[in-house]
C-alpha cells in the first residue's frame, strides 16, 4: 500500500514489493538481491536513513544532494512504514508513503528519478526505459561478491551491475546514452541494506571525463572509485 502522490515505477514493478504467491525460482539471483531481500531486517524503527547524491559529467552542470528516509514501526512494532524526500527544492521528487516495507525503497526512489532524467535527456517514453531495466535486472546482470569501506571500516556485500541499453535495437534513438552502466552496492553490514547506487555513462574518448555519472552513497561510506572506460 502507498499513500500520497503515486509513482509509476510502484505499479510497473510489482516485484519488488513482497510477493508470496511467487516461488523464488521465479526470480533472477539480480531481481532477487536488489527488490526482494528484506534488506530492512537491521532496521529497529523509528529509524532515519541519510544518503548523499552527487551528480558530474560532461553533459551537463552537476550538484550535490541528500535523501532522506525515515522508518516508522508497523501497528505491531515490525518494521517498517516508510516516507522520505530524495533531493531538494525544484529537484524534489515526490514520494508516497510505503507501508509493510521489506526492501529499502531507496531503490525503486532512485531508479524513478533515473527513469524521468532518461525521459528529460532523450524525450523517450518512461515506460520503455522502465522496460528495458526490468529486463536486464531479470536477464542480464552480474551479482558478485564485493568489499566497501563503511564508516571506515571495511564490509563485505555484493555488487550488481547490468546495462540495459548496450543491446537495445532502438538505441540508435539515444546512442550517447546506450552504454549506461548501474551498479548497485549492497550490503547486510550497512543500515538499510544499501550502501550505494551508481549509474555511469563513459565518454567516447578513452581519457575524457565520464558524460555522467549519478552516485548516491549512505553516510559513513567512502566515495566510489571512478570506474574505468
Known amino acids: 500500500m502507498t499513500r500520497g502522490i503515486p509513482i509509476p515505477w510502484l505499479?510497473?514493478?510489482?516485484?519488488?514489493?513482497?510477493?508470496?504467491?511467487?516461488?523464488?525460482?521465479?526470480?533472477?539471483?539480480?531481481?532477487?538481491?536488489?527488490?526482494?531481500?528484506?534488506?530492512?531486517?537491521?532496521?529497529?524503527?523509528?529509524?532515519?536513513?541519510?544518503?548523499?547524491?552527487?551528480?558530474?559529467?560532461?553533459?551537463?552542470?552537476?550538484?550535490?544532494?541528500?535523501?532522506?528516509?525515515?522508518?516508522?514501526?508497523?501497528?505491531?512494532?515490525?518494521?517498517?512504514?516508510?516516507?522520505?524526500?530524495?533531493?531538494?527544492?525544484?529537484?524534489?521528487?515526490?514520494?508516497?508513503?510505503?507501508?509493510?516495507?521489506k526492501a529499502n525503497p531507496v531503490i525503486l526512489y532512485f531508479l524513478e528519478h533515473d527513469i524521468r532524467e532518461m525521459r528529460r535527456l532523450t524525450q523517450g517514453p518512461e515506460n520503455y526505459f522502465r522496460k528495458r531495466i526490468r529486463m536486464a535486472v531479470y536477464q542480464g546482470a552480474t551479482v558478485a561478491p564485493a568489499s566497501f569501506v563503511y564508516q571506515g571500516k571495511p564490509v563485505a556485500g555484493r555488487e550488481v551491475s547490468f546495462k540495459p541499453y548496450l543491446d537495445d535495437p532502438n538505441r540508435y534513438r539515444y546512442e550517447k546514452l546506450a552504454g549506461k552502466e548501474y551498479r548497485f552496492l549492497l550490503s547486510d553490514a550497512v543500515p538499510g541494506g544499501v550502501l550505494g547506487i551508481r549509474t555511469h555513462i563513459a565518454a567516447a574518448g578513452a581519457d575524457a571525463p565520464p558524460l555522467l555519472t549519478e552516485d548516491l552513497l549512505i553516510d559513513g561510506a567512502a566515495p566510489l572509485p571512478r570506474t574505468p572506460p
Open 11 to 101: 505499479a510497473a514493478m510489482v516485484f519488488a514489493l513482497p510477493a508470496c504467491t511467487f516461488a523464488a525460482q521465479d526470480f533472477s539471483p539480480a531481481e532477487q538481491a536488489i527488490f526482494m531481500a528484506d534488506q530492512l531486517a537491521n532496521l529497529r524503527p523509528p529509524s532515519t536513513l541519510r544518503y548523499s547524491f552527487h551528480k558530474a559529467g560532461s553533459l551537463e552542470a552537476g550538484f550535490d544532494d541528500t535523501v532522506v528516509l525515515a522508518f516508522r514501526p508497523q501497528p505491531d512494532g515490525s518494521c517498517c512504514t516508510s516516507s522520505g524526500e530524495f533531493l531538494t527544492g525544484p529537484r524534489r521528487l515526490p514520494l508516497p508513503d510505503i507501508d509493510n516495507a
